[in-house]
């Protein structure tokens, strides 16, 4: 496989490896604002209770799908570093697939990231 399309892989990995920290590393923050709000409430419904519960759930389910997505980018970094000391591979229609199977999986944790946050944001206005 040519060394460039290699280098932009790799490139484009680190990008989504820097985004996925940085998301990452948001999620206790959104806990954290969570629980010091409905500490702050003097009366929690049930219904506030259960909503609460379920965003918390989601912030860990979202985290855990970040965690398996970066074990699987640093497995395609591995790959594609070692494809590139061979100049051709047989395998190059493969590590192509694999980079766009990649790519739609990250599609999709960052879709549902934003939508996490969003709902977290709209829920956090409601109960202000």
């Known amino acids: 496989m040519d060394n460039r399309i290699v280098d932009l892989f790799?490139?484009?990995?680190d990008a989504?490896?820097?985004?996925?920290t940085r998301?990452?590393?948001?999620?206790p923050t959104l806990e954290k604002m969570l629980s010091q709000v409905i500490q702050q409430k003097t009366t929690i419904g049930e219904q506030t209770l259960?909503?609460?519960?379920?965003l918390k759930q989601e912030m860990q389910?979202?985290?855990k799908f970040m965690?398996?997505?970066?074990?699987?980018?640093?497995?395609q970094q591995s790959y594609l570093v070692k494809e590139k000391k061979h100049e051709t591979d047989p395998?190059?229609?493969?590590?192509?697939?694999?980079q766009n199977v990649l790519r739609?999986?990250?599609?999709?944790?960052?879709?549902?990231f934003i939508e996490l946050k969003c709902n977290f944001l709209n829920y956090m206005a409601t109960i202000l």
């Not at 998301?23 to 999620?27: C, L």
């Not at 739609?104 to 549902?112: M, Y």
């Open 16 to 20: 989504w490896d820097d985004m996925i």
């Open 104 to 112: 739609e999986r990250i599609r999709n944790v960052e879709k549902t």
């Open 91 to 98: 395998h190059a229609i493969l590590t192509v697939s694999s």
């Open 50 to 54: 259960a909503n609460v519960t379920y």
């Open 67 to 75: 965690g398996e997505l970066k074990m699987e980018l640093a497995r």
């Open 10 to 13: 790799i490139k484009e990995n």
């Open 61 to 63: 389910t979202q985290e």
């Open 23 to 27: 998301q990452t590393k948001e999620i």
